[in-house]
């Protein structure tokens, strides 16, 4: 079983990188490391991905008959056109799986077990680390679970593509926040886990507010105007789903778009940093459960 | 030498709320470590062992930077571990028997390379590191395969491999044994063992299997209630709770009076007087050899090492004295 002829197992030499590199470049080295592992792991799970895609493919024909219903014969509905509204949906049931707004409970879960401790003792903020991950995991998405709703939804409607050039980085600008903004949302609901040692409470508020204000169930600039910039300016959910689409819809004028993504980055940036905050508050009072 | 953990006064506290009647909760204090002195120079392997609940495992985690203490003062490799906590991860390892630090969907192969981002280890070294482990710890085998479907020996070994990858200059281990068959365990003791003749690496071991210490540690700390009731080598354990060797001498015929032997107390005598067992105090075993040789004929003679598993029994059984 064991061999011992091999002997100096505990040298120790200094980790210390080649003077060349400087740290940003080897902090960015470490976030594509853990981002790449994220989507490797992710992507054991093929039948997940599989059946994830039928039932977003599915739910992406009932939603898309409803809302045209709802178009009916004027052929438009809340500033969209048929086409944009197909697109809306079909877009929304990949983009779903890729901010994935419900089902991540890894943290909570670490916590709850005491795993957590694991993490701290990584030489990466566990903000960082799990944030990196969680890109892998959405580069991840993107391919097994966004495409193939955007490659089925055309087949069956007519759907709108972007005229403006523009629209194409800003969208794919737009995704990346809403990944990273919906990232820091999950982590803060797992973080009760913290103090409330379950989080099944705070889950299923998540799950409500972001199934209804994210823009899932319907889109949001059905609302009235006023409600509308309410949920906008004074709270994440739009920026989770509603804004990716609409710029990618081209429902507003690309002045419009950018000021969206604009308030997209500003929700990010700020709960990212209450990421950190919380982190650092609940490591304060934490108690590593059980030996 | 050098010291590579300095820890004075250490104490931690917690609160746990406790039913008190049908809707009131009271509040109450659980002292987990109540103020524990730790020097433990470079190089050294320590035993640090103690009954369920007294705070080894508290001890390490305020050691390591995740818990922060109530109290006391703590550096670990010269660096203060809560508020220097991810700068202290470079310099130190940690194997828990009882939870995994690998990536349950990798293979252990991605999970070591993964790693070698995330400390930032020069491939070369990392090269070099892994392939030593890779020998003394059979990994070849099983390197590809996913840590979820690792057995829990080879799980343990791709553990203690992780933890040694980016050089630690002191491996933290909590009961790296727990579970393991009689093979594994000798695995991870005979790699532990060959870790500690380099010097370089400071072990810290806590377990509740003595043989690990026995195989391994010179030193030893145990605790009780929070605070340390031993600090010394094994042999000052021995003495001071007053376990020795003892000396079984099969006599042919039995005697009528068994000698008193100077340096070596009869302790009892057995099979209707033709066992003698004698404890060696200061005498040595050819001493009892040659006091019994004149009187009887003398057909058998064992020697029995004092067994830590009494000694670490009767030390836990005994109240708390402050000394």
């Known amino acids: 079983m064991l061999r011992m002829e091999g002997s100096e197992v505990g040298s120790v030499t200094a980790t210390v990188a080649s003077p060349t590199d400087s740290n940003v470049i080897l902090w960015f080295r470490t976030f594509g490391a853990i981002s790449l592992s994220g989507f490797r792991r992710y992507a054991t799970y093929r039948q997940a991905a599989l059946a994830g895609v039928v039932t977003n493919t599915v739910f992406g024909f009932l939603r898309c008959y409803v809302l045209l219903a709802v178009a009916g014969e004027a052929g438009a509905a809340a500033g969209y056109d048929r086409a944009q509204l197909a697109t809306f949906v079909w877009a929304g049931q990949g983009l779903l799986a890729v901010v994935l707004l419900w089902g991540w409970t890894d943290l909570a879960d670490r916590i709850r077990t005491g795993d957590i401790a694991g993490d701290l003792l990584r030489p990466v903020h566990p903000v960082t680390s799990y944030l990196a991950t969680d890109l892998g995991r959405a580069g991840y998405a993107v391919l097994a679970r966004m495409l193939p709703p955007i490659l089925i939804g055309p087949l069956f409607f007519d759907v709108h593509l972007p005229a403006r050039w523009p629209t194409v980085p800003l969208f794919a600008g737009s995704v990346v926040l809403a990944v990273v903004l919906c990232f820091a949302c999950r982590f803060l609901v797992n973080a009760t886990a913290y103090w409330l040692q379950d989080v099944r409470g705070p889950m299923m508020l998540w799950m409500l507010a972001s199934g209804v204000l994210a823009g899932l169930y319907f889109p949001l600039r059905f609302l009235p105007e006023g409600l509308q910039r309410v949920l906008w300016f004074g709270t994440p959910f739009p920026s989770l789903l509603q804004t990716p689409l609409d710029v990618l819809v081209e429902r507003d004028p690309t002045a419009v778009q950018v000021g969206l993504v604009a308030l997209q980055a500003g929700w990010a940036v700020l709960l990212l940093v209450t990421c950190r905050l919380v982190q650092r508050r609940a490591e304060r009072r934490l108690v590593v459960q059980g030996g | ?323």
Not at chain 2, 77 to 105: E, H, K, M, N
Not at chain 2, 181 to 187: C, E, G, I, L, T
Request: hydrophobic share 45%; aromatic share 4%.
């Open chain 2, 1 to 323: 030498m050098s010291l590579v953990i300095e820890a004075q006064g250490l104490r931690k506290e917690f609160t746990v709320r406790v039913k008190a009647g049908r809707l009131r909760r009271e509040r109450r204090r659980v002292i987990a470590v109540d103020g524990i002195d730790l020097r433990v120079e470079r190089g050294e392997l320590l035993g640090y062992i103690g009954p369920n609940g007294a705070g080894k495992s508290t001890t390490l985690k305020m050691l390591t930077g995740v818990l922060t203490p109530s109290a006391g003062q703590v550096r670990v490799c010269g660096l203060r571990p809560v508020p220097q906590r991810t700068r202290l991860a470079l310099g130190i390892g940690v194997v828990f028997g009882q939870r995994s630090q690998l990536w349950w969907d990798l293979p252990l192969r991605d999970s070591f390379d993964l790693l070698r981002h995330v400390y930032r280890v020069p491939a070369a070294e990392h090269a070099a590191r892994l392939r030593r482990c890779r020998g003394l710890l059979d990994l070849d085998g099983f390197l590809d395969i996913p840590v979820r479907q690792l057995s829990l020996g080879q799980r343990m070994r791709g553990e203690l491999t992780a933890a040694l990858l980016h050089g630690p200059r002191v491996l933290f281990l909590d009961e790296p044994t727990i579970g393991l068959d009689v093979v594994s365990k000798q695995a991870v003791r005979g790699f532990l063992a060959e870790l500690g003749r380099a010097g370089d690496t400071t072990l810290v071991l806590t377990t509740h299997d003595l043989a690990d210490i026995e195989r391994l540690c010179r030193r030893l700390v145990v605790i009780d209630h929070g605070r340390v009731v031993h600090d010394g080598t094994i042999a000052e354990l021995h003495r001071r709770y007053g376990s020795r060797r003892l000396v079984v001498a099969e006599l042919d015929a039995a005697l009528v009076t068994p000698p008193a032997l100077p340096g070596a107390p009869l302790e009892r005598v057995e099979a209707d007087g033709r066992r003698l067992v004698y404890a060696l105090d200061s005498a040595g075993v050819a001493e009892v050899v040659a006091g019994l040789a004149g009187l009887a004929t003398l057909r058998d003679i064992s020697i029995l090492e004092p067994d830590i598993e009494d000694v670490v029994a009767r030390l836990y059984r005994t109240p708390i004295h402050s000394d």
